[in-house]
C-alpha cells in the first residue's frame, strides 16, 4: 500500500528565512511521482513542485526545491526566503501506478512571521 | 482561462435530501476526480474517470456515486446523505494519465464545504 508521512502538523517561520517540510513515503512501485500542494485559508489547492522518481535532478520552481533522497525515501519541500504569503497548508502526495491517483499526507501548516 | 468549477461552493443541507456537486473543467482533460478532505486526514479519493463512460472507486467511494457523460463534466452524487459525509470535496482533472506519464499534475476546483445536518 502507497503512504505518504508528513511528521510536523504545524512549522513557524520568521520572513526572509528557509524553511524545510517533511515528506516520506513508501511504495513498493519502482515508478512514482512526488508533488507538493499548498492550500492557503481561501481553501484551493495550488500545485508547486513535482519530482519523478527516475529524475536524476532534484526539482526546482523559484523559491521552492525539493529535495529528494530516494534511498531514505523522502521528498522533503524547501522553501527559501520565506514570505507572509507562504503561509498556508503544505501537502506532499504520491502518484503510483498507471492511473492518477494522488495519496496525500496529512499536511503541515505553515505560519510565517514577521 | 483554464480552469476547473464546482458549484455549489458552500452547502448546508440534511441528512437524507438528495444533492449533487457538478465539476466541470474546460481543459480537455480526460482524468477527472473526486476528493474529500478532513482534518488530520488529508485528502482521500472517492472516484475516478479515465475518460467518458469509464469510472472507478477509489479510496472511500460508499456513499457516493458520479457519472462521466460528458468529457467536461464529472457531477458527485449523494443519493441520502449522512453526517459522516459532512467535508470539504474537491473535484480535479489531468491529462490522460496513459498517454503524459511524466509530471501530469492534477488541477483542482476551489472546492465544496458540504455541511449534513
Known amino acids: 500500500a502507497q503512504k505518504i508521512t508528513q511528521t510536523q502538523p504545524g512549522m513557524f517561520v520568521q520572513e526572509k528565512e528557509a524553511v524545510t517540510l517533511d515528506c516520506t513515503y513508501d511504495t513498493s512501485d519502482p515508478s512514482y511521482g512526488l508533488f507538493w500542494y499548498k492550500q492557503p485559508s481561501s481553501g484551493e489547492m495550488i500545485f508547486l513542485i513535482y519530482?519523478?522518481?527516475?529524475?536524476?535532478q532534484n526539482a526546482t520552481e523559484g523559491r521552492y526545491s525539493l529535495n529528494f533522497q530516494k534511498a531514505r525515501k523522502s521528498a522533503n519541500l524547501v522553501i527559501s526566503a520565506s514570505q507572509l504569503g507562504d503561509s498556508a497548508m503544505y501537502f506532499c502526495?504520491?502518484?503510483?501506478?498507471?492511473?492518477?491517483?494522488?495519496?496525500f499526507g496529512t499536511g503541515t501548516q505553515l505560519k510565517v512571521e514577521l | 482561462e483554464a480552469q476547473v468549477t464546482q458549484n455549489p461552493r458552500y452547502l448546508i443541507t440534511v441528512t437524507g435530501k438528495k444533492l449533487t456537486v457538478t465539476c466541470s473543467q474546460n481543459?480537455?482533460?480526460?482524468?477527472m476526480s473526486w476528493y474529500r478532505q478532513d482534518p488530520g486526514l488529508g485528502l482521500r479519493q472517492i472516484y475516478y474517470s479515465m475518460n467518458v463512460e469509464v469510472t472507478d472507486k477509489g479510496d472511500v467511494p460508499e456513499g457516493y456515486k458520479v457519472s462521466r457523460k460528458e468529457k467536461r463534466n464529472f457531477p458527485l452524487i449523494l443519493e441520502s446523505p449522512s453526517p459522516n459525509q459532512t467535508s470539504l470535496y474537491f473535484c480535479a482533472s489531468s491529462l490522460n494519465p496513459w498517454v503524459q506519464v511524466t509530471r501530469n499534475e492534477q488541477f483542482f476546483g476551489p472546492g465544496t464545504r458540504l455541511t449534513v445536518l
Open positions: 519530482q519523478g522518481s527516475y529524475d536524476q
Open positions: 502526495a504520491m502518484r503510483t501506478g498507471g492511473g492518477n491517483k494522488l495519496t
Open positions: 481543459m480537455n482533460h480526460e482524468y
